[in-house]
C-alpha cells in the first residue's frame, strides 16, 4: 500500500498530466476553429472542466471598452441571459474600466451574482482573466465559483496563460476578417474600374457609329440603316457585359465558393498577408 505522501504525489502527477492534455485541447481548439464565437465557446467549457467548475462566461470588448457577452456555459437561472442581470456593467467591467483588471487575473465577488433575483446555484465568486494583446483589452473571461479561495496560484497562472491564447485567437480573427473586407473592396474597386472602361469603350463605338449613319441618312440610307443596327448591337452586347459586371460586384469572390473552400480560401489569403499561420 502507498503511503499518503506517494498517494499525494500521484495524484498531483494526474492532475498535472489532465492539466497538460486539457490545455493542448485548448490550444488545438483556438488554432483551428474558424468561427470566433463557436471557438470561444468551446474553449470556454473546456477551462471549465479543466479546473472542475461549472459555470462561465465571456466577454468581448470594442475599442470603446463597450462589452457585450460572447459565450457562456451552464448559466444558473438567476444569470439567465438575455436577463434583467446582465443590465449593469458588474464589478469585473469597472475593474477593466479603471485599469485594474490589466495587471492580471483577478478573483473578485461578482456582482452581478449579488443583485440577481432567483437561483444562483450558490455561485458568488469569479476570477475574471482579461484578455490583452498588447496594449488592447480585447475582453474578459470569468469562471464562476461559491467560494473566495478555491482558484490556487497554478490555477491562477494557467487562467492567465489560457487569456493570453484567447486574446491572440481575437487579434487573428480581426486581422483575417479586416484582410477578407479589403480583399473585398479591391476587388468591387477592380470590377468598378473594369465597367468603367468598358462601357466608356462601348458608348465610344456606339457613338462613332450613330454619328456615321447620322452622315448617311439622306445620301444612303441603307447603310445608315446597317450603322444603327450595329449600333444598337453594340448596345446590347454593353447591356450584357455591365449586367454580369454588376453580378460580380454583389456577389464578391468568395461567394461563389463552396463553405469549405471559402475558409480555405480566407485562411490562405490570412496567411498570405500577415505572414501567421
Known sequence: MKDPEQQRQHRQRDREVRY???LKVIAETLNNGVNLRQTLAGTLSLVIE??????????LSDDQVIFSLAASHDLPPALEYPGPAWREPCECQKLAHSGVLRSGTQVVECSRLGG???DRQGLAYHASVPLIKGDRLLGIMN????????????????LTAIGHQIATTIERTELAEQATRVALV??????????H???AQALTG????LETADALLDSAPDRARARIQQALECVRD???????????LRAGPLERQALPEAQRELARRFTDETHIP
Open 20 to 22: 497538460f492534455a486539457t
Open 50 to 59: 479543466l479546473l472542475d467548475l461549472h459555470t462561465g462566461w465571456l466577454f
Open 116 to 118: 440577481a433575483a432567483g
Open 143 to 158: 469562471v464562476a465559483t461559491s467560494q473566495w479561495d478555491v482558484f490556487t496560484p497554478q490555477d491562477i497562472g494557467i
Open 186 to 195: 479591391e476587388e468591387r474597386n477592380r470590377l468598378a474600374r473594369e465597367v
Open 197 to 199: 472602361d468598358t462601357l
Open 206 to 209: 456606339i457613338s462613332l457609329q
Open 238 to 248: 454593353s447591356l450584357d457585359e455591365a449586367r454580369r459586371s454588376v453580378l460580380d
